[in-house]
């Protein structure tokens, strides 16, 4: 199995930013593309970055596009997601995950269903206006 531990989310005004971190652990060999979701309450999760297993290619949600970097360290098997000009509707829960397959690639990660990822308990990130 594979152990996702997000940290780093906390209270921010806007205009602000925040770093959140994912450290991965266990069956680390078994992750290949990572990526982060977001979920505001009374609203379904939403894909908000991915990152393929080099780190080379970058996928983003329209919303974040500009404002937010996806990165990766693989030597620590943490991936971050750093979080510029923060507004109130980026306030959500923020949660890490890696597909469940090796075979998934980073852009497809937003278009699986939830059961096809493993997945971390999730950070709150809030933003005051």
């Known amino acids: 199995q594979v152990q996702l531990v997000e940290s780093g989310g906390r209270l921010v005004q806007a205009g602000g930013s925040l770093r959140l971190s994912c450290a991965a652990s266990?069956?680390?060999?078994?992750?290949?593309?990572m990526g982060w979701f977001r979920q505001a309450p009374g609203k379904e999760r939403e894909f908000v970055a991915a990152?393929?297993?080099?780190?080379?290619?970058?996928y983003y949600a329209d919303s974040v596009k500009g404002r937010f970097t996806i990165s990766r360290d693989n030597a620590k098997n943490t991936v971050y997601l750093q979080m510029n000009s923060l507004t109130p509707e980026d306030t959500a829960v923020y949660y890490c995950?890696?597909?469940?397959?090796?075979?998934?690639?980073?852009?497809?990660?937003?278009?699986?269903?939830?059961?096809?990822?493993?997945w971390g308990q999730g950070t709150q990130v809030t933003v005051s206006s």
């Open positions: 995950a890696a597909p469940r397959s090796l075979a998934t690639p980073a852009q497809s990660m937003g278009n699986r269903p939830p059961q096809g990822h493993f």
């Open positions: 266990g069956r680390t060999f078994r992750i290949g593309a």
């Open positions: 990152i393929d297993s080099s780190g080379g290619s970058t």
